[in-house]
Structure formats: C-alpha cells, structure tokens
C-alpha cells in the first residue's frame, strides 16, 4: 500500500519472517467458504457448522462440535481455526474492570488489547500491527517501528476473545455482552486498510457469518491517511472515524504526528468533515493534551477555527485524553487549569467535548502505553 509511512529501525528481536498467518475462517468473507469447503474435501454446510460454532457461539474447543463428525472434528478445526493468538499474560487494572491481554502470534510478534467495561458497555480496544509505523514521539507503540500488518483473523480472534470473556463473567461485574470496539491498540489502522475493513465486516455481519455487531459501536481511529478515510466512507458500513489532531497547526502538527508532512491538518479535516456529511457519523477529533505543549488557550482557540472553518460543528466531537506518559518521554500530562481552560473555550465555540478518563494506567493499558514487552 502506498501509504506506508517511513519507518523507525525494527526492534531486532523480533521476527522479521515473511511467513504468513495460518489461514483462519475469519479472514473469509462467507462466499469465500465454499472453495475452502473443497480444499478440505468438505461440504460447504460444515463450514456453516464451524462458523456458527466461531463467531454465535463462541467456541473455540473442537470437542464440543457435537453436531461434527467426530472423525473430522480435529481436522476442520486445525484447517478452519486454527491458533492465531496465544495469551502470554493478563494483567487487570480499576477493580477488575480493565483487562489487559498481552498476546503472543504465530511468528512470536507481540500485540496487546484491552477489554474495559463501563456502567452502560464493555469496549475492547483492538490492535491492527504488530508495533507501529507512524512514529509519533508522545506514543510507546510508536516508539519500536512497524513489525507488520496483522491479518484479519488475528483482529477478529481479539474480539472473540473478547465477546468471550464478557460472557464467561470474566470482567468484574459478572457475565456481560461485549458492544464496542476501538481500533485504538497498537498499529494505524488505516495503514493495513484491507484487513481491518475485513475484520469490520466479520464484526457487523449478524451471526452465524459475523458476530452481528452494530457498525455505530465500531470506532476506527487514524493519525489521518487522507485517501484512506475517504475510502472508508464509500464501503457503506457507517463506523465511528476517529482522528488523532493533537495540534490544530502544521507547524506543531508536523513535529507531533510526522505523517502530518505528508497529510496537512486543513487536509485532515476536510477528510473526516467529508465523512461526516457521508456517513452522518459524528466524528471525533482526539487530541492528547501535553502541558505547554499543545494544551495552550491560543490552540484551543484555533483548533476551533479549523473545525468550524465550514461554518458548521455539529459533525465534530473533541475527545481531550490527558496524556499517559511513557518512559524516557518529554513529554508530560497537561496541568488540570489548563486542561478546564481548554475545554472552556471550545464549548463556549459551541463544540461539544469531553475529557476521556484514563483506563488502566498502573498496567500500562492506556493510550499510547502498549508496548508489547514481556518484561
Ligand atoms: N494509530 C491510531 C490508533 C492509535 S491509539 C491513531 O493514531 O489514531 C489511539 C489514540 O491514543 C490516538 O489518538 C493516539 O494519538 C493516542 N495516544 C498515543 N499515545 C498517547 C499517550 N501517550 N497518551 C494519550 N494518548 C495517546
């Protein structure tokens, strides 16, 4: 893909193997399944037996199939869901509301995701790559480069996992139903396009073929490849977009998010303003607030220039996350005054905002802390 942004040096140990990820039913699209069928000398109902065992009812042991063949259980379950995510450590934050998963793939990369549940909604935030290729200097993932894409089986089998442990009572709060996803872990989404938009489908397909979830529920969040968003808004799944500004001026912009070089923020806004009017999605604008960096009132002010600039707010959310510091970072968390200050001034524009509380900070689970390590 053309988008590729320019990379930091890979961590060294890690793989770097071309191989890819086993094949799993998730990665095809229902009328895909036939031709699978036949590779596996199958009918093409025993594949609608798998992928209502997958994704309705959320099994994952061959055992209990009962309605397979007992002699070719063990076969269709190594050829059709085969391992993609092996749990390394779990680690919980918030009483046991937040759930951190660190998971090892077929080829030892490292991805994590984190199930969070609020009063109202259980929300796993997704990882699309094995690191990151975007570089932003305020972000952990960004700080190790890009190892690769992951496939869209190994982005379903996140939300499986995830439905699962809502239903299995996993989470504080007894047995639930998993609703949202944000595709806020580790990678840019929008950089591995064809996988994600597959994951998606698998989430919003009604079951047995998908896992029937609402397309409104589904956040996609991009640091803002222009040709990317406008994409995703003709595929006709009307998906929350996300993007990360942080800066309403190139000038910090570029330093902050380096694809803005490529990308300006004018560019940006367009972009999401058009999928807006597309979609009608509201959309909303990340920004991490990072004292005396980004969080002055002036760039309150002109951050609500530049998303009013159509004469026109209401397509717009501002979703302020005061910033989780990571390690070795200059980068420091906005002081409380000037976080209130800021959110001030965009809503006495008229621009609605909120302050995203911080979810599992002492596990390193929150935005721009996973990192991947196992130490
Ligand atoms: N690549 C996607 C998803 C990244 S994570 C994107 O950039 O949108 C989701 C959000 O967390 C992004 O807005 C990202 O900029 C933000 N983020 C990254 N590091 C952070 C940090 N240290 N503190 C707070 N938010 C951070």
């Known amino acids: 893909m053309n988008d590729t942004p320019r990379t930091l040096p890979l961590v060294l140990e890690q793989p770097r193997g071309r191989a890819k990820p086993p094949r799993h039913l998730a990665d095809l699209a229902p009328e895909e399944r036939k031709e699978a069928a036949e590779k596996l000398g ?19 042991d061959p055992e209990a199939m009962s309605d397979l063949p007992a002699a070719i259980r063990a076969e269709l379950a190594e050829g059709m869901l085969p391992t993609l995510l092996t749990p390394v450590r779990v680690m919980e934050a918030d009483k046991g509301t937040t759930r951190k998963t660190l998971w090892r793939l077929f080829d030892n990369a490292l991805v994590e995701s984190v199930l ?14 094995a690191g990151c290729g975007m570089a932003c200097p305020f972000c952990a993932t960004g700080q190790g480069g890009l190892q690769r894409n992951m496939s869209t089986g190994e982005i379903v089998d996140q939300v499986v996992d995830g439905a699962r442990a809502m239903r299995d009572g996993l989470v504080a709060g007894g047995p639930g139903r998993l609703s949202n996803i944000v595709f806020m872990g580790m990678g840019e989404p929008m950089a591995n396009y064809k996988a994600v938009i597959g994951a998606v489908r698998r989430m919003v397909t009604p079951a047995p073929d998908g896992l029937g979830m609402s ?3 589904i956040t996609v969040s991009t640091v ?31 330093t902050l998010v380096p694809i803005n070089t490529r990308y300006k923020v004018d560019e940006v806004v367009d972009a999401a303003w058009e999928y807006a009017r ?7 604008i990340e920004y991490a607030m990072m004292r005396d960096i980004n969080d002055q009132a002036w760039r309150a002010d002109l951050l609500a220039d530049v998303l009013q600039k159509r004469g026109d707010w209401s397509w ?29 001034r965009l809503e006495r524009r ?13 596990i390193d689970a929150a935005c721009g802390q996973l990192a991947a390590s196992e130490v």
């Open 42 to 60: 199958l009918p093409a109902f025993r594949l609608k037996q798998v992928a209502n065992h997958y994704f309705a009812r959320l099994e994952r």
């Open 116 to 129: 969070m549940r609020y009063s109202d909604r259980a929300t796993l935030c997704v990882s699309s790559q």
């Open 215 to 217: 397309a409104r529920n």
């Open 278 to 284: 597309t979609t009608k999605r509201r959309v909303s």
């Open 350 to 362: 008229g621009i609605s905002t909120t302050i995203r509380d911080t979810r599992g900070d002492e």
């Open 224 to 254: 803002g490849l222009v040709p990317r968003i406008k994409q995703l808004a003709t595929e006709g799944i009307p998906v929350t977009l996300a993007v990360s500004l942080h800066a309403p001026d190139d000038e910090l912009r570029d």
């Open 316 to 344: 717009v959310h501002v979703n302020l996350i005061p910033l989780n510091e990571i390690p070795d970072s200059q980068f420091t968390r906005s002081r409380d005054e000037d976080m209130d200050e800021f959110v001030r």
